[in-house]
């Protein structure tokens, strides 16, 4: 039960994350007429991995 939980949330993530950016980044190219735009949508993405991954060691580190 806890693997399938688990890749559960992988697999809805990657269709989220991985399937929807192409789509995404076309919009925002149409929309802006500029690379820029897609450069900062990449950003935020990295901003917010990097943010989970703040937490995630602060919750790892609680346990010990």
């Known amino acids: 039960m806890r693997y399938t939980g688990a890749s559960?949330?992988?697999q809805?993530?990657?269709?989220f994350g991985g399937?929807?950016?192409?789509?995404?980044?076309v919009l925002l190219l149409?929309?802006?007429?500029?690379?820029?735009?897609v450069s900062a949508?990449?950003?935020?993405?990295a901003v917010v991995a990097l943010g989970s991954i703040r937490v995630l060691a602060k919750?790892?580190?609680a346990r010990e």
């Open 8 to 10: 559960l949330g992988y």
């Open 12 to 15: 809805i993530a990657a269709v």
């Open 19 to 25: 399937g929807l950016a192409p789509f995404i980044m």
């Open 30 to 37: 149409e929309a802006t007429g500029t690379s820029m735009a």
């Open 41 to 45: 949508y990449i950003t935020v993405l």
């Open 59 to 61: 919750r790892a580190a």
